[in-house]
């Protein structure tokens, strides 16, 4: 459903993506696994439509992301971590109803989506509540039912769970794993090892741009003989406390 | 075009949802001329009214003429003070009128007479009171004048020789259309400014710093239309804190019908021009504001930004202070926001030249096309929309 043709994006003299190929199926769930300017927000923008690479392309449901860029933002959902940006100043109900509209939904349909995302979500008590004084896990869930509002096949996270606590972590996993039963194609990025291994159906590990190794997390360990991912990731990248 | 219409909706609710937005672009400029003008009036006239309806004075000297002559007048009360020097000083009272001994005889035998009259220059009481007494005394001067004249039998008549009479040709407008056509354009550059800056700033920069500008580009929004509708919101809430400065002014002018002078009228093709150019005004705005506000990397920088337009706005109003409407040349009519002030004046002298009104027409139209095309481009723009 994804697949990264020799994609690459260079910022003036930071070549941030070099030379990236790979595929994602529907119901996988992808993890991207790099240091702090891998390289990881980079290829989740380019996917996204957000960045234009400098070299190769990918394509999302077949649609090429340089090409159609507009027809592939009907396909996406994005989640990308931080600061969780809504409107404070309205509802939940309407922050995501601004973004199902955008997306083409009609007041009938997004209703019932709202509904309904807002009871697997358990946000029922604040739906119609202004976000400007939601806590953190509060705002993130608006978040996520924004991103997932059109029912997109493929979903872009960008380090979802950072700033979470335990339990919105957990929901936000949950979510993930979900999305993954209905069949999309969920690429993340984590630092978080114990998430990944979780979660994730198989891993890229990228270092400077660069895809060091893919592949299912068992077979990961098998082939460098360690049972403990974070090793393997600190071998991989070549770091020296391993 | 119907996302244009979602994005303008959303944004318009977001606005009137905003305590603060609200107060600043329609709340305050409603009343600040309301309240300016009450409180210059109230002040003025307090100071007017105890200057000149009751005025103290203190008499040094014999009794006189003179001295009966101001006592029989209902506005001046004269004290009686152990002290003038003081009193002038303590506000007691506001002239001194000090009289030479001898006054009466002097005046009988067609002499001089001598009178000096204390006051404080820098309390506005007493210069006016003391502007008043002076002339006061001058008409009992002409007075004494008169009857020395009738006494040697020449006609009073015979010491003024010319009559001189002013007419002022002037159209009919007036004093009014003077001042107004000196406010009116400054009115039309700044207030749709002020209206459309809070919105402008909260809509391109705001959508950076809440984190909202990327999610929402991901939408399958078309650039477009986000500019689009983020312009004709933007758009709204100028139009709006105009129609409420104006309203304020309005008001203001009702209620104070002299403070302007009077005698201004405008005929119905003046005020569409000016309604017209106003709404224009709103739109180059809005357009400019939000190419800004876009580019901008944050709500701070958008606001350095945008506050100069206010002074820039200002510039043709106060260089135009003094234009003789009718001898402008061609080539002004070309230099927008100049222009739209050189139509406000026409309109208001009711000589509208509608072929200056269609270049400057075209002027703005043309410009808001490439602020709008601008913000379209800078959407499109990842090195604007992840500028930091
Ligand atoms: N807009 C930009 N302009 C210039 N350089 C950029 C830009 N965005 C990212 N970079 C550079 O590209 C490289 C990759 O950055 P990227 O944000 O993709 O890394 P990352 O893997 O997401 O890191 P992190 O774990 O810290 O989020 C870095 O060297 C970064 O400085
Ligand atoms: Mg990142």
Redesign the interface.
């Known amino acids: 459903m994804v697949k990264l043709i020799s994609i690459g994006k260079r910022f003036k003299d930071v070549q941030a993506v070099d030379d990236l190929s790979f595929s994602v199926k529907g119901g996988e769930i992808f993890g991207l696994l790099g240091e702090n300017g891998a390289g990881k927000t980079t290829t989740l923008?380019m996917l996204?439509?957000?960045?234009?690479p400098t070299s190769g392309t990918a394509t999302i449901c077949g649609l090429d992301i340089v090409k159609q860029p507009?027809e592939v933002?009907?396909h996406?959902g994005?989640l990308?971590g931080?600061?969780?940006?809504?409107?404070?100043?309205?509802t939940a109900r309407?922050n995501i109803a601004?973004?199902g509209?955008?997306?083409?939904m009609d007041d009938n349909a997004l209703k019932k989506r709202i509904d309904e995302l807002s009871q697997t979500l358990d946000m029922e008590e604040f739906i119609d509540r202004?976000v400007g004084k939601f806590s953190k896990g509060m705002k993130q869930k608006v978040?996520i039912a924004?991103?997932i509002v059109h029912d997109p096949e493929v979903m872009l996270l960008d380090e979802p769970t950072v700033g979470l606590d335990v339990t919105a972590a957990r929901t936000l996993q949950d979510f993930i794993a979900q999305c993954r039963n209905q069949g999309k194609a969920v690429i993340f990025s984590s630092h978080i090892m114990s998430e990944v291994e979780r979660l994730c159906d198989r891993i890229g590990i990228i270092h400077k741009g660069k895809l060091v190794d893919i592949g299912t997390i068992d077979g990961l360990k098998q082939q460098y003989n360690n049972s403990n991912l974070e090793e393997v990731f600190i071998q991989l990248i070549g770091g020296k406390s391993a | 075009m119907k996302r244009a219409w979602i994005v303008f909706a959303k944004e318009m609710k977001d606005a009137f949802r905003d305590r603060r937005t609200l107060i600043f672009s329609i709340l305050l400029p409603a009343l600040i001329f309301p309240i300016l003008m009450t409180l210059m009036n109230n002040v003025m006239s307090d100071v007017t009214e105890e200057a000149t309806e009751n005025i103290v004075i203190a008499y040094v000297g014999e009794d006189s003429q003179l001295k009966a002559y101001l006592d029989s007048l209902p506005n001046v009360t004269i004290m009686d003070s152990q002290d003038p020097e003081a009193d002038l000083d303590g506000s007691k009272v506001s002239v001194i009128v000090e009289v030479k001994d001898g006054l009466d005889e002097a005046m009988a035998s067609g002499a001089k007479g001598n009178i000096t009259l204390k006051y404080d220059e820098s309390k506005a009481k007493s210069s006016m009171a003391a502007s008043v007494i002076r002339e006061t005394i001058n008409a009992f001067g002409t007075q004494v004048a008169r009857q020395r004249l009738q006494a040697k039998g020449i006609d009073p008549e015979f010491i003024e020789p010319l009559d001189i009479a002013s007419i002022n040709v002037a159209k009919a407008q007036g004093e009014g259309a003077i001042v107004m056509s000196f406010l009116l354009p400054m009115f039309l550059l700044l207030y749709p400014a002020t209206g459309a800056m809070a919105t402008a700033i909260d809509q391109g920069a705001g959508e950076k710093e809440r984190g909202t500008l990327e999610p929402l580009l991901a939408t399958q929004v078309s650039r477009a239309a986000l500019a689009m509708g983020k312009w004709l919101s933007t758009s709204a809430a100028s139009i709006i804190g105009t129609i409420a400065f104006m309203a304020g002014f309005v008001v203001a002018v009702i209620y104070n019908p002299t403070m302007f002078g009077e005698g201004f009228t405008a005929s119905p093709s003046a005020i569409a021009a000016i309604t017209v150019l106003g709404i224009m005004m709103a739109f180059i705005y809005s357009a400019a504001m939000l190419a800004l506000s876009v580019f901008a990397r944050n709500i701070k920088e958008a606001s350095t930004y945008l506050s100069p337009f206010v002074i820039v706005a200002m510039i043709p109003a106060y260089a135009t202070m003094y234009t003789d409407i009718k001898t402008v040349p061609a080539w002004q009519y070309n230099v927008p926001l100049l222009n739209v002030i050189l139509i406000v004046k026409e309109a208001l002298l009711d000589t509208i030249n509608w072929g200056h009104f269609a270049i400057t027409m075209l002027w703005l139209i043309a410009l808001t096309i490439v602020f709008l095309t601008m913000v379209v481009h800078m959407f499109n723009n990842e090195s604007v929309v992840f500028r930091s």
């Open positions: 923008r996204a439509t957000m960045l234009k507009a933002r009907k996406i994005i990308f931080g600061e969780a940006g809504l409107y404070d100043r309205l309407e601004y973004f509209k955008l997306n083409g202004r978040t924004r991103a």
